[in-house]
Structures are given as C-alpha cells and as structure tokens.
C-alpha cells in the first residue's frame, strides 16, 4: 500500500511537470478506422516526443507524458515514463500496476506479460505475480492458452502456469479456433491441445481461421503457392495459387494463377473464372460514378480493355465506365 502510495505521488509530480512543458501540439497515428467495442481511448504521439491518449472526439484525455505506451485492453494501458519502467494505468490515467518492469504486454484474458530482471512472467490487474518470472519469452493469452519460451524451446501453458504443450517446438505463436500453431525446422503448422499435429508443420507461413479455412503457403515471393486448409487438416483449396488467400467475404475469396484473376467459395469451387486481369471487390453495393449508377454487384472486373461487374448470379456484366478502372 505505501508502494502505490509513493508511486502515486510521484506520478501526480511527473503530471505536472508535463503540462508545464507540453505545447498541446500533438498528431495520432491509426492503423485504421476505429472500431466499436475498442476502448474509446487511443493513442496519440505529440511535438514534445511524448505519447499520450485521445478520446473519440479527439480531445486529450491522457497527457502526453509517457516515452513509450501500448494500446488500451480490458479497460487498462501499459505505459513508460521516461528512461524508468513499465506499469499499467486506467482510463482516469490513474496508476494500477507501480512502473517496475523491463517491458510489458496489454492485458489478455486478464492477464498481462511483464518483463522483470531479464525474465517473463504474468500478473493480474492488481499487478498480483500469477505466473512465475521464470520464461525467456512470451505472447499474451488467447483461448486460456499462450506459447512461452523456457530453455531455448517453446511450448504452451494454461492460466495456471501449467505446461499443456511441452517445451520441444522451435517457435510458437497463437491458439486459433482450439488448434495451436507450432514452428520447428523454419517449417509452420498446427497442433491440437494433446499435442497431435491436426496441419503438417510443412508450411512457410499459416494465416488465422476464417470460415472454418486457413490460409496456408510455400515459397517465398514470385515462388510462393498458396491454398487453404480446414480444422481437420484436409487441404479445401490445393496449394496451387501465385496470391495469398484473402480473408472470405460472403462465401467468396480472390485467387491468381498464371497471373489472372478469378473467385473461388469457401468449398474451393472456382465461381468466376480465373481469366481476369483485374478482381476488385465491391459486395452489395451499388455505386454511383459521373451519373452511372453500377448495380449491386460481387465484384469489378477488367480483361483486355473490356470492364465489367460480376453481378449476383456470377455472370459477367460489361459495363462503359468505371471510375475507379479508368486510372490505370
């Protein structure tokens, strides 16, 4: 209680003095458009070279006073001030977790990594050790499971700190929709939580459960073939594709081969030929350009010098116009 006591103090010092030297000039930098269900805070970089936080009408909530910060997660945010170390604070800018730590993660499934003499463990909200410091590398929970690295190999443990997955596999990142991804010899694939491989470790890169599919591929850049796999291991789509999967929207995806472009489903049916040299996406909507109404549609599509829509029944529309083909 005197720790929280102290840091409080110090933190209500270090406040001060950052308004007195904050010029309230400051500039965010979003990877996107802000999503609903996020915190309502986010992170801003101001002139004085120190982070603090707006809110959605962009005003600042949180001074700029900190040299380095994470996004918020579960209603709290892992800051540094100064050349110090790393704590957590609320959204009232109030510290929860004391600035004690090397480095730090945001919290997941209530917990957070911390960094502390050169070792990682986690805590709780009330900065409680949850899991011992004993791990040289960790990621954040995901499915009551995340991947730690412990003597030089990488396994899985619970919120318990018990060891589901032993420490045999050369790298680990995530658990996705029950199956564990695993890396050894430079090679990925997917375990289930009795570790029996579900998705041969064959792969140069895996990608995340999307309708029930996962990207998968081989090769790298010009050489790369991509397809993808369901949960139960079974290829859907051959690994024969010169594009990386997209992300299913309404049943469909793009794909490449022999550099046209077509449409398959979620079955790895080809629903649009792949004779296209242009694929762009327009679901539903219907699009006005220069007084041309474009009807709702799959997708915009261009071979040759002919451009065109697929329209709901997968049939090829031609059309004069379309704004956005026009500036190639």
Known sequence: MKNIFF????????????YSNDDRVFYWMRP???????????KVHGSNGKIGFVNDKDDLNIPLMYSDADEFSEEVAAVKIGDGGWGFINKMNMIIVPFIYDEAYSFSEGL?????????????????????????????????FTAVKFNGKWGYIDKKGKTIIPFIYDGA???????????????LGFIDRDNKIIIPIIYDRVGFFNEG?????????????????????????????????????NGH????????????NSSGK??????????????????????????????VVKIGDQKGII????NFVPMKKIYSYDKD
Not at 174 to 181: A, E, K, Q, R, V
Not at 226 to 249: L, M, Q, R, T
Not at 253 to 264: E, F, P
């Open 112 to 144: 957070a990594a911390v960094k502390l003499n050169g070792k990682w463990g986690y805590i709780d909200k009330k900065g409680k050790t949850t899991i011992p410091f004993i791990y040289d590398r960790t990621h954040r929970f995901s499915e009551g």
């Open 213 to 249: 599919l996962i990207m998968v591929s081989t090769g790298f850049f010009e050489e790369a073939k991509y397809g993808a796999i369901n949960k139960s291991g079974e290829i859907v789509i051959p690994v024969i594709y010169d594009c990386c999967i997209d992300s299913f929207e």
């Open 311 to 314: 329209d709901n029944e997968y």
């Open 173 to 187: 990142g995530y658990c996705n929709d029950g199956l564990l991804s695993v890396e050894q010899d430079n090679k």
């Open 253 to 264: 995806t793009r794909v490449k081969l022999n550099g046209k472009y077509g449409l398959i």
């Open 270 to 299: 080809i629903v649009v030929p792949i004779i296209y040299d242009k694929l762009d996406y327009f679901y539903a909507m219907s699009i006005i350009e220069q007084g041309m109404i474009i009807p709702s549609c799959i997708a």
């Open 7 to 18: 840091y409080s103090i110090l933190f209500l010092f270090v406040i001060i003095n950052a």
């Open 32 to 42: 996107g458009p802000r999503e609903k269900g996020t915190s309502g805070l986010w």
